[in-house]
């Protein structure tokens, strides 16, 4: 792999770890349904973050397949049947890796944004 593919995968894989690790957080809270998921990350993140259904869907099922989580149909009472998720036990052991290398990540970020004062001399 060249080095300028190497980077883009090394930024995809960020980019599709970050929105793994905030649905797995969000499904912590609880079982729901995509729409809701995708609600949840945009109000929690005071409307900053907003997770369309072309990168929402691909990252639920990525999850299921990794058995991160599990979904179910279930009736709706105000139209069509919805398929919920729900986090699993590997799901849980999964969000408790991601946010150590998530807090790793920012740390290492926050050293260079906040240097030392005699580091940035």
Known sequence: MTPRKERYQNRTEILQGTLDML????????PRHGYALSKAIRTNSGEILKVDTGS???????LERKGWIAAEWKASE??????VYQLT?????????????????????????????????
């Open 56 to 62: 929402l869907y691909p990252a639920l099922h990525r």
């Open 89 to 121: 036990k590997s799901g849980r052991k999964q969000l408790v890796s991601e946010r150590s290398r998530w807090a790793t990540l920012t740390n290492a970020i926050a050293g260079i944004l906040n240097p030392a004062k005699n580091e940035s001399e």
């Open 23 to 30: 649905i797995l957080q969000v499904l912590q809270w609880g």
């Open 78 to 83: 105000i139209g069509p049947r919805l398929r």
